[in-house]
T-cell receptor
C-alpha cells in the first residue's frame, strides 16, 4: 500500500541544522521528493532523489535515503527564519503515471 | 520562463453550484496533474492529463472532472458543490517522463 509518514512539528534555533524525517511503505517507489509550502502559497520543489541513490546534496540541503528502512530525510544546514514553512515528502510509484503520494507535512519553526 | 499559473486565485461558491478552475503549465510542459489540499485529508491526487488524455485518476467522486486542451492548459470542474469541497486546489506541471513536477500557487475554493 501507499502511505507516507512524517512527524508534524519541528523547532530549531536559527543557525542550527534541521533534520526532517519521512518514512514510506512502497519499496518500489522510483522518485522521492521534498516540497516546501509557505502560508497561503503553493508547493515549491526543493529537491528530489532517485531511488537508486543514497544521498543528494544541493547547497544547504542534503537528502539521505535508506532503502532498507524506507526512510528519507532532509537536512537543512544553517537554518534561517525564512526556512520556516511546512515541508512535505512525496513518493512516486511506478505505473502510476506522475501521481505523487504526499506525507502530512512537517511544520518547521525557526526560532531567533 | 514563466511558472505555473492558476486562475482564479480565490473563489466563493454556494452549495449545489458548479465551478471551473484553470491551470496553465510551464511552456513546453505536456503533463498537468491536479491535487486537492484540505486540513483534514492533506494533499490528495485528483487526476493527471498528458497530451489531452487522462492518464490517471484518484479516488474522487464523478462530480470532479477535468480536461486538457491542445495547448496543454487544463481545467477541472466540480459540479454540485458540497461544503467538503472547500479546499486549496493545486495543479502541477511536468514535461512528462521521469521529470520533476512544479506546482502553481493554487486556487482557494470556499463553499458556503
Amino acid at each position: 500500500g501507499e502511505d507516507v509518514e512524517q512527524s508534524l512539528f519541528l523547532s530549531v534555533r536559527e543557525g542550527d541544522s534541521s533534520v526532517i524525517n519521512c518514512t514510506y511503505t512502497d519499496s518500489s517507489s522510483t522518485y522521492l521528493y521534498w516540497y516546501k509550502q509557505e502560508p497561503g502559497a503553493g508547493l515549491q520543489l526543493l529537491t528530489y532523489i532517485f531511488s537508486n541513490m543514497d544521498m543528494k546534496q544541493d547547497q544547504r540541503l542534503t537528502v539521505l535515503l535508506n532503502k532498507k528502512d524506507k526512510h528519507l530525510s532532509l537536512r537543512i544546514a544553517d537554518t534561517q527564519t525564512g526556512d520556516s514553512a511546512i515541508y512535505f515528502c512525496a513518493e512516486r510509484i511506478p505505473g502510476s503515471a506522475r501521481q505523487l503520494t504526499f506525507g502530512s507535512g512537517t511544520q518547521l519553526t525557526v526560532l531567533p | 520562463k514563466a511558472g505555473v499559473t492558476q486562475t482564479p486565485r480565490y473563489l466563493i461558491k454556494t452549495r449545489g453550484q458548479q465551478v471551473t478552475l484553470s491551470c496553465s503549465p510551464i511552456s513546453g510542459h505536456r503533463s498537468v496533474s491536479w491535487y486537492q489540499q484540505t486540513p483534514g485529508q492533506g494533499l490528495q491526487f485528483l487526476f493527471e492529463y498528458f497530451s489531452e488524455t487522462q492518464r490517471n485518476k484518484g479516488n474522487f467522486p464523478g462530480r470532479f472532472s477535468g480536461r486538457q486542451f491542445s495547448n496543454s492548459r487544463s481545467e477541472m470542474n466540480v459540479s454540485t458543490l458540497e461544503l467538503g469541497d472547500s479546499a486549496l486546489y493545486l495543479c502541477a506541471s511536468s514535461p512528462g517522463g521521469d521529470n520533476e513536477q512544479f506546482f502553481g500557487p493554487g486556487t482557494r475554493l470556499t463553499v458556503l
